[in-house]
């Protein structure tokens, strides 16, 4: 079968979309990968068609703008570039049918409205692939998406059941422009975009495992829950000679990262090369921006724009994030102890995951100081408890289900029938 992915957001959201790409390619079937156009390198790498969406400096403009990084008006920010970027997803969608390469499947995250557009629109089966479980609004655990938010689940069910139901952002937002799309396409518009939208009715996939998200009784059906993909282009991109060289050199160092798409990061390397010099500790800062690091850093510190994390990881003594999923995900295979900085979106969820587990800290960007970031390194290095339970989690990690099963799965999905009672119904 032909399976289109449509990852939307930065690296740490388009390479699960390989991984899936890769275990679909290795049963035999084609896959084409329609994405922002910076990722047409990564996808073409790892042997994938792509279909690129709109010119490089879109994903630049985006990522330029500060706010993106901020509570709240980060997620407004992504929910209204993931509106008026509805159109240009279902365009690519109807331009490969029209082709004569009409996708047998679509697997898309819920903020591709675009995809869901056409599966109603064109009867194209679609998965919804969730990648953190701060996606999941549940009433039963309700995503820890703003500080002392964890309170809230102590509420009443009844009490959490009308909250999960306040005005949205995804409605507020992203849902005007996808309201017009649907018009546009003689379709009546969803009464909620992420209520009636947010899943498909042809499968859910959530890629994280139980041990870090326990599905609630209100998540939508049909689920697959699975694993942690892991993906970071460590067979298309080994470590750099000079980064090996470095790590050769001496005792392992802290990896330090704000997150592929961060070019807002200057505070957080400054705090870090402060923390690195009262700890004496060494020091590896990953960013795509290197302007924004700080002049003459000392011999101790190595600076790349791109490592795989794989291979990187197994050689740290500690990890500095802002807590993307996949970047998380990277730390605990590794059996690292974890420091994160969370700023918006599903990083604060992550964030509340990791220290629930005991592997890891969490340092809010108020807090996120050369003195607190020192201690907190010097924790990751001698509290016994903290080591141990990040060990634990890449033991965990290591028991990995095959994907074959995952596989299975996905192809019976593509057989659903969509039929034109319930493909125009946006519901």
């Known amino acids: 079968m032909h399976v289109t992915l449509l990852p939307f957001g930065s690296a740490g959201d388009v390479l699960p979309f390989l991984w899936l790409g890769r275990q679909l390619r290795a049963r035999g079937h084609e896959v084409t990968v329609v994405s922002a156009c910076v990722f047409a390198e990564a996808a073409v790498a790892a042997g994938f068609a792509f279909v690129p969406l709109g010119r490089p400096e879109d994903f630049d403009g985006f990522i330029a703008d500060p706010q993106i990084w901020k509570l709240g008006a980060g997620t407004k920010k992504v929910f209204q570039f993931a509106g008026a970027a509805a159109a240009t997803y279902a365009e690519a969608i109807e331009t490969l049918a029209a082709s004569g390469r009409r996708p047998d499947l679509l697997l898309a995250p819920c903020t591709a409205f675009g995809a869901r557009l056409a599966r109603e629109s064109l009867g194209i089966p679609l998965v919804t692939v969730h990648l953190q479980p701060a996606v999941f609004v549940s009433a039963h655990e309700l995503p820890v998406l703003l500080p002392g938010m964890e309170l809230v689940n102590r509420l009443p069910l009844w009490l959490r059941r009308l909250l999960v139901r306040v005005p949205n952002p995804a409605d507020r937002y992203a849902g005007p422009a996808v309201a017009a799309l649907c018009r546009s396409r003689g379709l009546t518009p969803p009464r909620s975009l992420w209520w009636d939208w947010g899943n498909s009715p042809d499968g859910v996939l959530a890629l994280f495992p139980e041990w870090f998200a326990r599905p609630q009784p209100d998540w939508p059906q049909p689920l697959r829950q699975w694993d942690f993909p892991l993906e970071d282009l460590a067979s298309e991109r080994p470590l750099d000679p000079a980064l090996t060289t470095f790590l050769e050199a001496g005792v392992a160092p802290v990896v330090f990262t704000p ?18 010099r009262e700890t ?22 190595h600076a790349v724009t791109y490592a795989p994390f794989s291979p990187l990881l197994r050689r740290a003594a500690a990890f500095v994030h802002h807590g993307g999923i996949g970047t998380l995900s990277q730390g605990f295979a590794a059996g690292l102890p974890q420091i994160v900085m969370p700023m918006a979106h599903d990083q604060p969820d992550n964030a509340y995951r990791l220290v629930r ?23 990751c290095r001698d509290d016994t408890a903290l080591r141990a339970a990040a060990q634990a989690c890449a033991r965990r990690l290591q028991e990995r289900p095959d994907p074959a099963a995952l596989v299975d799965w996905l192809e019976a999905r593509s057989l659903r029938q969509i039929g034109s009672d319930d493909s125009r119904l946006g519901v």
Do not use: Y
């Open 280 to 301: 004496g500790l060494r020091a590896v800062f990953v960013t795509r921006a290197p302007e924004q690091l700080p002049a003459d850093l000392p011999d101790s510190v």
């Open 357 to 379: 587990l005991g592997a890891g800290l969490s340092l809010p960007p108020r807090r996120f100081t050369p003195e607190r970031l020192a201690a907190a390194l010097i924790a």
């Open 259 to 276: 997150g592929s798409a961060n070019i807002q990061a200057r505070r957080f390397f400054e705090v870090a090369l402060a923390a690195v």
